[in-house]
């Protein structure tokens, strides 16, 4: 690498030095010979040191043989990176009334229009990428997203599926596709393509979470369990995994495990209020009312710092169900000298669909069910879209799998 960037400057310092003093008038030399010479010292220095960031100009490098066409389509890549995307709109359309025919041009503009949340023409300029180079993969993953963000999700999966055929080692496509699968309601397909993405990118705490949400539907609860341990190795600030986690070990009766995580999960991310009413759920299930109310009162508390008056009144409603209830057991203990032994609370724990951002609800059964009260537990959906759409790459790049995927 040293020799490499060493034979680069001496290339760039003595072709540049020799040109310099050459004897010729530069007003008059035409504008084409000028962009030519500038563009060769450019393309040497970057086929020979590597430069951080330039992928993202690697595609097609001569995006076209027309030159205006390549001036205009390497200013609006520069514009599109300072944010400001009027102006790079601009300059790529400009570069497309020079030559109609460059797919990354299209590309970057449907992305400009993602960002703008201009989805119906995002689309369409994601469609004309596609029809001049079909195998633009980047494009296709992009057009997956503004389909997926329209809630077009049988024509998203189309699109990464296609992604797959044409790189079939971009995770992230993997993860985006098992998302839309889930929201269909495909949640062995759902995992599948989880699986995938997790065995292309080891590292992402957000597709073990949702591969262990879709786990858990199927019912396969250890494996959801063991799922969730993965994705709180890779990201212990995830409180919906803990609780999620949590909540599956109350259904299978492992309270005090569950409440252990709780506390975990309060240690690490001590304001999430769900936290704090589910461990209060499971305070009440091992009959500990006193303590069920204390981490009750702390989730109403954070409900309302948050601004969400409506849960934080149904868990006030909540704690006056379970004082109701322990005044009532008690009267019934000091009225029997001898009295029968107390239904221990059921650990019957209610998880809603995973897909659905549940809030609690009022009791299933009144008082006079002394048996347990079930109480519902709130969850957290699925991570949503990985939305950054992906510029172009080195197509070189694209076909080994060793490109950018976010």
Known sequence: MLQKCQLSQWLLKNFTIRFLHTNFNWRKTPFKLLYTVFFVLGAIASSIIPIPGSKLLAEDFVPSQNLEAASFFQQGVMRYHRKDLQAAENAFRQALQHDPNIAAAYNYLGNIMLQQNHLDVAVQEYGEAIRINPNLSEAYYNLGLALHKQGQQEAAITAYRQVLVINPTMATAYYNLGLALYE???????IAAYQQATHLDSRDANAYSNLAIALQQKGQTQEAIATYRKALELNPQNAQAYNNMASLMALRGQTSEAIAIYQEAIRKVPNHPTTYYNLGVAWYNQGDYKKAEIALKRAQDEYRQQGNIEQADKTVELMQQIAQLAAYKKTQVGQNPNPAPTPTPTSHVVIPEPEIPTQAENFDNTLNNLQGIPIPVEQIPPELLKEPPLQPVNPE??????SKQE
Do not use: F, I, P, R
């Open 184 to 190: 269909l309601g495909q949640v062995d397909e759902a």
């Open 397 to 402: 790049e694209t076909k080994t799998g060793n």
